[in-house]
């Protein structure tokens, strides 16, 4: 049981060049989120959703865009990156989101823009 | 706005020396508070949910309790396999057919020395 995977683990970009981070999930979840996570700061939501097709912003979406064509995947697409978006990106999934069952976590992928 | 404050920001323990770290939050309508524990270069691992005061959840050596304002993470007696950052994070009741998701704190960074 792989749970939540992410690809890849480390990327570095320059400013400007654009990228996908993938990740999928088999645990058939219906939610599944991106959050990143900075130092001294806690896990911020970028995107979410909760199904197949559908997705919303989270608290800080600019600059990332998202879609969700299966139940499986929910890539997220930095189209022209910046500095500021270097950061450890996590991606999340759970049974519903609109239940309280908790979120299980992959192990990250370290982005870093120069 | 939800809010969630984790103290101490670290802390430094002896083997077999018990303590505490707390999570306090502001939130509208409590869903579930969560606890992950989270190690070096990994994602978040799920410990804990917590729904109403009162409550209590143990496992091994931790034990967390809630109340209306605030969660505690006891541990009793830690082992140096204990050392992790341990994070919080509140899910508030939102409308029917409004996602709910997760706040998180900035964790609290535990050391177990022998």
């Known amino acids: 049981n792989a749970g939540v995977t992410q690809t890849p683990k480390f990327q570095v970009l320059k400013t400007g060049q654009s990228m996908t981070l993938q990740c999928a999930q088999d645990m058939n979840h219906e939610y599944m989120s991106w959050y990143r996570q900075d130092p001294g700061m806690g896990l911020r939501l970028i995107h979410y959703?909760?199904?197949?097709?559908?997705?919303d912003q989270g608290e800080v979406p600019n600059g990332y865009n998202v879609s969700r064509s299966t139940t499986e995947d929910f890539p997220l697409r930095l189209l022209s990156a910046a500095p500021s978006q270097t950061s450890v990106y996590f991606c999340?999934?759970?049974?519903?989101?609109?239940?309280?069952?908790?979120?299980?976590f992959g192990d990250g992928t370290r982005l870093s823009i120069l | 706005e939800d809010q969630v404050t984790q103290s101490p920001e670290a802390l430094r323990l002896q083997e077999g020396e018990s303590s505490s770290l707390n999570c306090s939050y502001t939130v509208s309508g409590l869903r579930g508070l969560f606890w992950y524990r989270q190690d070096p270069g990994k994602g978040p691992e799920f410990l804990f949910t917590?729904?109403?005061a009162g409550e209590e959840k143990e496992k091994e050596r931790l034990k967390a309790t809630l109340t209306k304002k605030e969660s505690f993470l006891h541990i009793t007696a830690p082992k140096p396999e204990d050392s992790a950052t341990y994070l919080c994070?509140?899910?508030?009741?939102?409308?029917?057919?409004?996602?709910?998701?997760?706040?998180f704190g900035t964790g609290t960074r535990l050391q177990v020395t022998l």
């Open positions: 999340a999934s759970s049974y519903s989101g609109y239940s309280n069952q908790p979120q299980h």
């Open positions: 994070a509140v899910q508030a009741v939102r409308g029917t057919g409004t996602a709910s998701k997760l706040t």
């Open positions: 917590l729904y109403s």
């Open positions: 959703s909760v199904g197949a097709g559908i997705t």
